[in-house]
C-alpha cells in the first residue's frame, strides 16, 4: 500500500456464522469485516467513530466496492485487516484494504471502497467539512 | 394450530447464503424465514405493513424466540412459513410458527416469538392502540 | 449488456434481515441476491445445478467482485436480478450483472464477478469440462 | 447459573453488520454470537475443538434454541457471552447461556440451546463417545 495517508489494523477472528457450504468463509462476508475494521479505525485511529458522524448528521454510503480473493479464511483463522485512505475527495473518499492471515501473514483478499459522505437523514450526498477532511487526512 | 385467530402462509426460498458448513440452513436464519413471513402477512394478511407501523411511531421488538427443529432445509428447498397469533395482550403479542418444506409438507421448525410494541424513536415500550389490536383479531 | 451469450433473470424480494441501520439493504447483501441469482439460473436456465456441479465434484469460488451501487433498496422492496457470461475461459468466468428495483425498473446496482472452478474436495483450480463450457455457452 | 459443570466466558465485539433497522443487533445474530462462544471455548476450555469434531466425523446440530432478550446490545457495545453444560445425555447436551454488556455488566439476553450429536457425514444421531462426555465433565 502507497503512504501519502496512513495504513491502519484491525485484528477481527472468523466467526462460526461466516461459514458457508464451502467451508470457507462466505465471499460477501469480507466486505463486512473491512467495514468492521473501518469502524474500529474511525474510533480509535480517526477519533471520529460512526456514532459521532450519526450525531452530526453525516453517514457514509457505499458507491464501489472491488474485492479480490487470494486465499480463504476458514473457520479457526483470525485475521489483520489493513486499510488506508488512498483518495480523499470534496464529496468522497477511497479506502484501499488487505486481509491477512494472522497465522502466516499471508494476503487472503484485497481491494477497495469508494464511499460517499451523505445527510443521514435524506440520504443525500453532503460536502465533507473540513474538519473531517482533516482528521482524515493523518 | 389452534383456531382463535386465523393462520396465514407465506412462500419462500432458501437462500445459498444462508447455507452454513454443515450444509444445510443455519439455525439462526430460520428466525429470519420468520420474520420474513411476518412482514409479508402484515403487509398482505393484516393490512398493516411494518412501514405503516413505523409511520405511526410505532415498532415490534423481539422479547423471546424459541424454536426446535425437526428437519433440516437445504439448498434446493423452499419452504411454507406459518404464523398465527396465540395470545393479544395490551402491550404484545404471542405468535407461534411451523415451517413445512414445500416438496413433502414435513415439518422443518416450529415455535413461538413473543414480540413487545414499543415507540420506534425511543424503544420504549407503548400500548397497542385498539385498531392495531383490532386488525391482529382476524 | 452485450449479447455474445444470453441474459437471463431472477426475481427476489427483500428480506428484513438484509435490512442495515441506515434502513436500507446492507451493501454486502447485494453479493448474496446475486449469487441467489446464478444458483437459481444454472438450475433453470443452464440445466446444470449448483447440486449437480457437487455432485461432479465441482464448485465455483468466487476470484473477484466488483460492484457499483446505484440506488439503495428497501424493505418493502423486490428485485429483477440479471446476469449474463460475459467472458468464458478454459478454467472461469466473468459473470455481469445488474440488480433493477421491480416496481420502476431502475438500476440499483450492477457489476461483475470472476468465478474460477475448483475441485470441490482439494478447493484446487480445475479445467471446465466441455459439456460445461457448452452449456454455458447459451 | 447453577454450578455442577463449569460456567466459561467468551468476549466478542459487536460487528456493523449485525446491526438491523432497529440500529440495535438484530435478534437472530445473539444466536450466533452464543455459538461463537461455544467454538471459542470448545477449542480454549474443554481442549476439543469443532474441527477435531469433524476430524472423529462428528458434529453437533441444533435441536432447541431458546432466547429471552432483555436489553440491546448496539453498534459501539461489546459482550461477555458465558456458557454452561445444564445437562449431558447420551446422544446430546443443554447448553445455558448469558449474554452481558461488557461496559455495565448487564444482561443483554439469556437461554439455552440443546444440541445432538451427529455423525457429520450422514446427519444421523451419535452416541456420544466416553472421553467426549468427560472432557465436558468440568
Chains 1, 2, 3, 4 share one sequence.
Request: charged share 30%; net charge negative; glycine share 4%.
Amino acid at each position: 500500500m502507497a503512504d501519502q495517508f496512513s495504513t491502519f489494523e484491525s485484528r477481527l477472528d472468523v466467526r462460526p456464522d461466516d461459514i458457508d457450504m464451502n467451508r470457507h468463509v462466505h465471499n460477501s462476508k469480507y466486505l463486512d469485516y473491512v467495514l468492521a475494521a473501518r469502524y474500529d479505525q474511525m474510533e480509535r485511529c480517526y477519533k471520529m467513530s460512526m456514532t459521532d458522524f450519526l450525531k452530526r448528521g453525516f453517514s457514509w454510503v457505499v458507491k464501489v466496492a472491488h474485492i479480490e480473493h487470494k486465499r480463504p479464511l476458514g473457520i479457526d483463522d483470525s485475521m489483520i485487516v489493513r486499510t488506508r485512505v488512498a483518495e480523499l475527495h470534496p464529496r468522497g473518499v477511497r479506502v484501499e484494504f488487505e486481509i491477512a492471515k494472522t497465522a502466516d501473514e499471508r494476503i487472503s483478499a484485497k481491494g477497495f471502497f469508494e464511499y460517499v459522505m451523505v445527510h443521514a437523514d435524506t440520504g443525500r450526498p453532503a460536502l465533507i467539512p473540513e474538519d473531517i477532511a482533516a482528521a482524515y487526512s493523518v
